[in-house]
């Protein structure tokens, strides 16, 4: 297990060497933004919102009537889809003045719309805390209190906090990528768990827009962090595999996570009631994925659900805070539902009362006629076939 990721170990520990030497030579702060011009993004007619300045979101020192200007507060969930890309606020009317600066780090993206080619950027009181829980649009969606829209090329000018290797984290769900990042972050690294931010990034991929997406993406990163980070951990949601090269800069790292085919079925099957031919689909669009970024000449590494619950060290070693203290961390993590407190726990899926119409030999049928499943063995993926 340990030969395939030998050689991604080694090159991030080069890296975290090479980031250390750099970042002891300047001090560990958080550059003061200042925006140079105010663009306005309108937002769609039927949200209320007209037309809001990019400045809002540096309005942390702002004082007097400019403060009483910033985008209008709002309290939960009032964000719907129009697009599976585009997100709507149904606010009321906002903007500021130009010029405005700070050094408060409480902005980060949570979605990204390709019509527009802005981002919504929310305002969370506690941007660190956003680390420390699972499923990162959904506490940005509950917990944030301001919002604005920010085009493409003014968010790439906005100073946040450089992160240096971003490790991402692809699998088409239940492979057991919650359970890692569960372990990742109880031993103290930077996790982001699903912003969505990346995955609508991901989406706007497949249509072309924008035509480069992996600084935006390594800046949505960014937007995360309060200071500077030599690898931050990113769990994508499982529609963002589709497009994993959008995401990747060439300094990142892909991780796939995979599970052998019939149980991996049975529990999506559970979980999510995917169709036979949907779950063959999404499985082929994984191979897909992972063979573009490979050929691409990305640095990725491959882990399988079946091995992980066995032992988790081997995908935690490539994580820079990996101890004697990380290693007695592993059982007590092991040991809990990762998906507690969600509609996916055990307990949550257990009480469901209709089973499922569909068989596994459905299935095992479906994938077998997918065109990726007769390349599996060439490109080092034997442990798919069936």
């Not at 300047?26 to 309108?42: F, K, L, T, W, Y």
């Not at 993206?109 to 829980?133: D, I, K, N």
């Not at 944030?144 to 790439?156: A, R």
């Not at 068989?359 to 095992?364: R, S, Y």
Request: hydrophobic share 45%.
């Amino acid at each position: 297990m340990w030969g395939p990721t030998l050689m991604v170990m080694l090159e991030l520990w080069r890296r975290r060497a090479s980031h250390l030497k750099h970042r002891l030579r300047e001090a560990h702060q958080i550059r003061r933004c200042r925006v140079a011009i105010a663009q306005d993004i309108p937002t769609s007619a039927e949200s209320g919102l007209g037309r809001v300045s990019v400045d809002a979101l540096l309005n942390g020192a702002a004082a007097g009537a400019a403060r009483s200007q910033v985008t209008t507060p709002y309290a939960g969930p009032r964000v719907h889809f129009t697009s599976p890309t585009d997100f709507v606020f149904a606010g009321s009317r906002a903007g500021v003045e130009p010029g405005m600066e700070t050094t408060s780090p409480a902005w980060s993206c949570y979605s990204y719309s390709a019509r527009q080619r802005a981002f919504t950027v929310v305002r969370v009181p506690h941007l660190h805390a956003l680390r420390e829980v699972p499923f990162v649009y959904e506490a940005q969606r509950t917990d944030g209190t301001h919002m604005v829209s920010v085009g493409e090329e003014v968010l790439l000018s906005l100073a946040f906090p450089p992160v240096a290797t971003v490790l991402y984290l692809f699998s088409i769900a239940r492979c057991g990528g919650t359970l890692l990042a569960n372990l990742a972050r109880a031993q103290g690294n930077v996790v982001l768990d699903e912003p969505d931010a990346l995955t609508h990034l991901s989406l706007a991929a497949q249509r072309g827009t924008p035509a480069d997406t992996t600084a935006l993406a390594a800046t949505v990163v960014s937007s995360f962090l309060s200071a500077p980070s030599p690898l931050v951990m990113v769990k994508a949601r499982s529609t963002s595999s589709v497009r994993p090269d959008a995401l990747m800069r060439p300094q990142d790292v892909g991780v796939f996570l995979w599970r052998s085919p019939e149980p991996w079925f049975i529990s999506n099957n559970r979980a999510f009631s995917f169709s036979p031919a949907v779950a063959a689909g999404a499985l082929g669009q994984f191979v897909r994925g992972r063979n573009r970024l490979r050929s691409a000449g990305r640095l990725t590494a491959e882990f399988w659900y079946e091995d992980i619950m066995v032992d988790p060290q081997p995908f935690l070693s490539l994580l820079p805070l990996f101890d004697d203290a990380a290693r007695r961390a592993i059982d007590d993590v092991m040991s809990r539902d990762s998906q507690e407190g969600s509609g996916l726990s055990r307990s949550a899926l257990s009480s469901r009362p209709s089973p499922s119409p569909f068989t596994v030999e459905e299935f095992l049928e479906c994938w077998r006629a997918q065109p990726e499943y007769a390349n599996l063995a060439e490109v080092g993926l034997e442990r798919l076939l069936v």
